[in-house]
């Protein structure tokens, strides 16, 4: 009988470590030495809630049908349910990562997530309605003192240094100046404005760096001239994509692999993944039934040709929208995002495609290294 009691005990003990374990992992941090965590930078494309904390006058998914599918509730990501950095962080065996502005959150050993829908790598981009990525790699800074502070100098070097930072900036850098009309277009050529991102791009890895930084995985520019926004600034009943901004995304692809190699050959112990995201993104929308999808050019919800109109949920001064009746039929779900099924699929590339189209690893091989 004592016997029983004490299993019992046991027991019970350990059901409220799991009621309590948010809190027991503040406070007994066993579990993160065995990840490498997992911080997140960049757009809506990674977004998991930034934008529900700031004056996003540009962009905000917090409201229905954002979440129907997965989370059955708006969480404010950019989809109908996870983000391609959710199935990065399940298959590396750790929690969801939370957004750096959620209240209360302090629990940064395993990542945080600073992405903000509407984010470029220019200060430019979206200026005063989203984070741009020099005030993520502020807040980045800030979490480090914190994890210092917390764990002391050598356990915050080596979380830092076995952490996976995740990137995706670049698409609001270039669309941004076409959908404004901005005079950025006529004040720089191609090469000039590329190079400004992905110097702005460099700037911030070599710091993540200098902080501590080792493993870095970037997606490369999906074919943007397609996603349905920009589909409807093409003339009408010219069935096409949005042409002049294919230089800007294809000299910004070519830059990135470069800056990335050159970044390997010269900083000690750098090592990076390439996604290619724009070779699946361009097959998954030409192709869909490949893929197991039925539509690869209009999105799930929206109004207008392509559904190309970012009226999704109509709170952003359209209220009249179409929502499809099965989004996994889809490739894109609103006007500028992908739906789960198709994020899915490139988490899955990501996490365990061929070098070859991973670069030098892929993400699997980060978090193991
Ligand atoms: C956000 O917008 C509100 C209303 O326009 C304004 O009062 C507030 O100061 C803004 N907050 C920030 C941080 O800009
Ligand atoms: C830094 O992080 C701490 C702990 O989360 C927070 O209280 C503080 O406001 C942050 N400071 C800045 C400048 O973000
Ligand atoms: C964009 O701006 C340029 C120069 O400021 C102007 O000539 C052109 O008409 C504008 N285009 C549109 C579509 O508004
Ligand atoms: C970053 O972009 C700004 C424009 O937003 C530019 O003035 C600056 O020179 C860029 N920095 C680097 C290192 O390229
Ligand atoms: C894209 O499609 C081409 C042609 O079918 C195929 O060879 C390639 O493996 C596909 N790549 C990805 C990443 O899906
Ligand atoms: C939704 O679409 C997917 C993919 O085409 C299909 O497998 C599934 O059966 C559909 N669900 C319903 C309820 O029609």
Known sequence: ?????????????????????????????????????????????FDAGNNNYINATIGKANFWPYGETFFHYPTGRFCDGRLVPDFIAEYAKLPFIPPYLQ??????????????????????????????????????????????????????????????????????????????????????????????VIGNITQVIKEIYEVGGRKFGFPNLGP??????????????????FEPITPYVELHNIEISKVLRKLQSNLNGFKYSILDFHTLLENLTNHPSKYGFKEGKVACCGSGPYRGIMSCGGRTGVTEYYLCDNVSEYVFFDSAHPTERAYKQLAQLAWSGEPSVTGSYNLKALFES
């Not at 979206?126 to 994890?147: A, C, M, P």
């Not at 943007?224 to 009943?237: D, Q, S």
Request: proline fraction near 3%; aromatic fraction near 16%.
């Open 1 to 45: 009988m004592a016997k029983l009691n004490f299993c019992l005990s046991i027991f019970v003990f350990c059901i409220s470590l799991f009621n309590i374990q948010t809190k027991c992992f503040d406070e007994r941090p066993w579990l993160y030495k065995h990840h490498a965590a997992l911080f997140i930078f960049g757009d809506s494309l």
């Open 103 to 196: 209240p209360g959150n302090k629990l940064f050993t395993y990542g945080v997530n600073f992405a903000s829908g509407g984010a470029g790598a220019l200060v430019e981009t979206w200026e005063g309605s989203v984070i741009d990525l020099q005030t993520q790699l502020e807040y980045f800074k800030n979490v480090s003192r914190v994890l210092r502070e917390e764990l002391g100098d050598a356990e915050a070097k080596a979380l830092l240094s076995r952490a996976v930072y995740l990137f995706s900036v670049g698409s609001n850098d270039y669309a941004f100046p076409f959908q404004t009309n901005s005079s950025l277009l006529y004040t720089y050529s191609v090469e000039q404005y590329v190079m400004q």
């Open 224 to 241: 943007i001239e397609c996603v349905p926004f920009l589909r409807t600034m093409v003339p009408a009943g010219e069935n096409k994509c």
